[in-house]
Each structure stands twice: as structure tokens, then as C-alpha cells.
């Protein structure tokens, strides 16, 4: 236990002038190991840091430990149990619109609802203007002025008024059912009914909820599946270098934003590839995202894990920012392209035992580009996902990984 709490005291018996930081485990023996060992053995996955045991916190979770028949499941650990705070703040934001939407929409019924209030307030005046007319209200009011010195022509005048009135008792009733079922028909909503009112709405609001909740955990659980999937390629990348004392291409994991990147900013035709298994037992799905237009060539795909020589040679992918039918230039659908833009998406499919590698315009899906037939996948074989700079110019491009799937067949 000496060794863990002072690894500087340790040196490598491989390397006597290297201190140990490292422990290369296995179920048969386990050795302490300098970082010249691991480079040198390229096992990345046997390998533990001494500083990440000793640093790490009680959240942390190694891509590699404890030994288990199935790695993936650690990732799904780290993808779950990644910071939420973007969680809730995009939980918040899309709540808040939505109640924002909700009180602009019950704004505008409110205001629809009072103009027609208003409007019906003018069909009522037009009843009670019809009403007086045919009632002969005012003529009524003067009928029963009596005077005393005209008194016995004051009764016959009102009983003719009242015998008038009789005789228009059938056209009256119809003036007036007319004009009452035309105010009717106005779709007229008791106004004074609050609680029918605020029972359906809450009716309605309980649904909405419970359609939210289940949209909510979908788009939780495929963020999860995405991030988990991609996060099977974290740390696994390898840079074939030709020369030189600098990496001229930096990979950044940005698991946070969901995407992993590659950045290019020096002269450079290298290779890089995730060394992570791609089997002919599932069908792969990789998306890329461009930053920029890309500069010169350079060529997305795949190399067998047995010859990791050159991607170029293989023809096992796609080039871009120049017109080369013999990579992935067999048009299936819509036209070939290889031109590269800003924001553009790239979609890439695999299906090694079938031998097919697609090209896919993201997200429309207009063109298709497949692997030309003289170029096959070995079926015996696993493959990298692989990316390399063709033409040695300076100059900085930065492509990211934003999504990978596998599904097992």
C-alpha cells in the first residue's frame, strides 16, 4: 500500500529512469507501469492512472473499473449521473415558454371573448329597440296621461291600443322569435359559469402535463442513449503521427455539448482513428458536424484494425473538398457531392457483412453515396472509425463527432 500513497518512490522495472504511474491490471498478474510502457503496449483499456485513484471524487467513474464483462455499462453510469444543471436550465426554459404561450393564447381568448360581449350588447339594444316599437311603449305612456276633461276618449284610445295590440299578436310573436334566435345563435357562453370554466381548463392542463412528462423522460432517455453511445469512443482515439514533435490534430471531448471534436491547425496529411471494435454484428450510424469549409482534402471512413497504414490506400470512405468518384462515389440517390460548409451535416451508415458504406445528406436525405463495387468490407474483419488529412497544408478545420449509434442485428 506504501507504492499508492508515495508513487513517486516507485521506478518502472522497464524503465529504471521512469516512476511508476500507472497500474496495468489483469485477472492473472497486475503490475505497476510507467507511461512509456503503456505507449509502448498501446492496452489502453488495461491501464489505471495512480493519480486518478488518488484524485478522483466519489462521482467519478472510470471508463475501465472495476473489471466487468460488459464496459459499456460504465459509460451509461457517467452518462446518467453527468451534472443536470443544462437539464433543468433547458427544462425551465421550455416550461416558461410554454406558459408564456399558454397566457398569450388565453390574452387573445379574453379579449375575443370580450368583443363579443360587446357585440352582443348591440344585438340586445337592437331587441329592446324592436321590443319598444312593437310593445308601442311610448304610446302606452301618453294613452295613460288622463285628463280629466277628455277622460271617457282617453278609455276608448287605450281600448283600441289594446285591441291593435291583439290583432298583431302572431306577427309580433314572430318579429320577436326571429330576433331572439338570432341573438341565440351568437354560440352565447354563460359568462358567470366560472367553475365549469375552470374545471375544464384544469381538466385539460392535467393532460397536458402528463403528455410533458412522457415527452420529458423520451428526450431524457435518448439523450442518455446518444451521449452513452458516443461515449464509447471517448479516449480511445489514436493519431498516427508522420513526423514531427507536436500532435497537429487535438481531439476534444465535449460530452457536455454532446459531441466530440476534431481540430486541425497545422501542416499535416496524418491519420487519426477511435480504436473502438466496429463489428459486422451491428449497424452503425456516425453523424458529423463541420465548423467551417474545411480547407483542403481529407477523407471520413474506416480502416481494418489489422492494416492501420493509410485510409487513402483503402478507399474505404469518402473524400471531401475534392471530386474523387473512387471514394464512396457511387451515387444511389439524388447526385455526388463533396463539398463541405459551414453547419453542414454529414451522416454516415455501416453495415460491414453487407458491405455497405453510405454517405447521406443530414437531415434531408436527398443524396446518397455508396462504396464503389470494386471496394469491399472484409466480413472477418473489425474496423476503426477513421479520419484522415490528405493534402500537407496549413490550414484549420474543425469537424465534429456529434452522434453514434450501434444497434445489434
Known amino acids: 500500500m506504501d507504492c499508492f500513497e508515495d508513487s513517486t518512490a516507485i521506478f518502472c522495472s522497464s ?10 491490471f489483469s485477472q492473472e498478474n497486475s503490475e505497476l507501469k ?14 489505471i492512472s495512480i493519480q486518478s485513484i488518488k484524485m478522483c471524487n466519489d462521482d467519478y467513474i472510470f471508463k475501465n473499473w472495476p473489471p466487468l464483462t460488459d464496459y459499456s455499462l460504465l459509460q451509461d453510469i457517467k452518462a446518467i449521473t453527468k451534472p443536470d444543471a443544462n437539464s433543468i436550465e433547458q427544462l425551465e426554459l421550455q416550461i416558461d415558454k410554454i406558459i408564456r404561450n399558454i397566457i398569450t393564447n388565453l390574452e387573445q381568448e379574453k379579449k375575443k371573448m370580450i368583443q363579443k360581449i360587446i357585440s352582443l350588447r348591440e344585438k340586445k339594444q337592437e331587441i329592446l329597440t324592436l321590443y319598444n316599437e312593437i310593445s308601442g311603449r311610448d304610446q302606452f305612456k301618453q294613452l295613460i296621461n288622463f285628463n280629466q276633461q277628455i277622460i ?3 278609455i276608448i284610445d287605450i281600448k283600441q291600443f289594446i285591441s291593435e295590440k291583439f290583432q298583431q299578436k302572431v306577427q309580433n310573436t314572430t318579429i320577436l322569435k326571429q330576433q331572439l334566435q338570432k341573438y341565440k345563435n351568437q354560440n352565447i357562453c354563460r359568462f358567470d359559469d366560472t367553475e365549469t370554466i375552470r374545471n375544464s381548463i384544469e381538466d385539460e392542463i392535467d393532460v397536458f402535463i402528463i403528455k410533458l412528462q412522457q415527452l420529458i423522460q423520451s428526450e431524457i432517455y435518448l439523450q442518455t442513449s446518444q451521449q452513452a453511445q458516443l461515449n464509447l469512443l471517448l479516449g480511445n482515439s489514436i493519431f498516427c503521427k508522420k513526423g514531427g514533435d507536436q500532435f497537429p490534430i487535438i481531439k476534444r471531448d465535449d460530452l457536455y455539448q454532446n459531441k466530440i471534436s476534431i481540430i486541425k491547425s497545422l501542416d499535416t496529411d496524418d491519420l487519426m482513428y477511435f480504436k473502438y471494435n466496429l463489428t459486422k454484428n451491428k449497424y452503425y450510424t456516425i453523424r458529423f458536424k463541420f465548423n467551417n469549409q474545411a480547407g ?21 470512405g469518402k473524400v471531401f473538398c475534392e471530386n474523387n468518384t473512387t471514394y464512396c ?11 463541405v460548409q459551414k453547419d453542414k451535416i454529414l451522416e454516415m451508415r455501416l453495415d460491414i457483412e453487407n458491405s455497405q458504406l453510405q454517405f447521406l445528406d443530414y437531415p434531408n436525405y436527398l443524396s446518397v453515396n455508396e462504396l464503389n463495387e470494386e471496394y469491399y468490407l472484409k466480413q472477418d474483419a473489425d474496423y476503426f472509425l477513421a479520419i484522415q488529412f490528405i493534402n500537407n497544408e496549413k490550414y484549420q478545420t474543425i469537424i465534429d463527432l456529434i452522434y453514434f449509434e450501434e444497434i445489434q442485428k
Do not use: A, W
Not at 510507467?34 to 491501464?47: P, T
Not at 462515389?329 to 463539398?339: A, L, M, P, Q
Open 329 to 339: 462515389g457511387r451515387v444511389t440517390k439524388g447526385s455526388y457531392f463533396d463539398s
Open 296 to 316: 483542403n482534402c481529407f477523407i471520413i471512413g474506416v480502416i481494418n484494425q489489422k492494416d492501420l497504414s493509410c485510409l487513402q490506400k483503402n478507399h474505404l
Open 34 to 47: 510507467c507511461q512509456e510502457c503503456m505507449f509502448e503496449e498501446g492496452q489502453l483499456g488495461d491501464y
Open 152 to 154: 271617457k276618449q282617453n
Open 15 to 24: 524503465h529504471p529512469n521512469l516512476k511508476v504511474n500507472y497500474i496495468k
